[in-house]
């Protein structure tokens, strides 16, 4: 007969697994890239996001969910010995607990992106700047004289530059954008993470429940369901 418990678990599993993969393959691509990109006028912003993104705790997490996945296997195998799916279950937590608190910490930072951004700001070189002015078309941060803006093709002159909105509205709009899709997408994984934490406890009970019949039936001398 079909045991629907574990075929839901096997199927919450494999959403699990892909959610390491998802995470394993931002590392891969970004990641390397980020100490060879030329930052342009075009991708000056995502670049820099993408810099001060948490990717090495991403692929921390991606070995954790390998792990955790590895595990599963001959925890859904080995019907009689629960100690993997306990194990699964234990790593399978502490994924959830990894990815909430990453999260947690970019959604407050998108309650403070202004101050965040301005701070970034301050530490990037006057061409790195000169390319965010010119890819949101702005001067300056909150406005041309504060932080003084660095002249270049857009903010050509003071009276150009006094005359451009700061950079403060359009970068925070693209950062913040950017910043909830990163957070909703972890908060997708948790999800996942919880999910499958409840299957796992499921199928432990039902197969403890199954033993515990069994035994019964044996002592009573009936055959085992």
Request: glycine fraction near 6%; charged fraction near 10%; include cysteine.
């Amino acid at each position: 007969m079909i045991n629907k418990i574990l075929i839901t678990f096997l199927i919450v599993d494999f959403l699990f697994v892909n959610t390491g993969g998802l995470f394993l393959t931002i590392v891969l691509v970004f990641k390397p890239g980020m100490t060879n990109i030329l930052p342009t006028s075009s991708n000056a912003a995502i670049t820099l996001l993408l810099q001060n993104t948490p990717l090495t705790v991403a692929l921390v997490n991606a070995a954790l969910i390998v792990i955790t996945f590895l595990s599963s296997i001959p925890g859904a195998i080995l019907a009689k010995k629960p100690i993997f799916l306990r194990i699964t279950s234990w790593l399978t937590l502490s994924c959830a607990l990894l990815s909430l608190g990453v999260g947690l910490d970019i959604w407050y930072s998108t309650l403070q992106t202004s101050h965040n951004l301005g701070v970034l700001w301050a530490q990037q070189s006057p061409l790195e700047q000169s390319l965010l002015q010119q890819q949101f078309q702005c001067c300056g941060y909150s406005n041309s004289t504060s932080p003084p803006f660095i002249i270049d093709n857009f903010c050509s002159s003071t009276a150009t530059a006094a005359m451009a909105p700061g950079c403060v509205g359009p970068f925070s709009g693209f950062a913040n954008s950017f910043l909830d899709i990163v957070f909703t997408s972890v908060f997708g994984a948790v999800a996942v993470d919880g999910i499958l934490f409840l299957c796992t406890l499921v199928v432990l009970k039902d197969r403890a429940q199954r033993e515990r019949y069994r035994l019964i039936d044996e002592k009573s001398g009936l055959r085992g369901i």
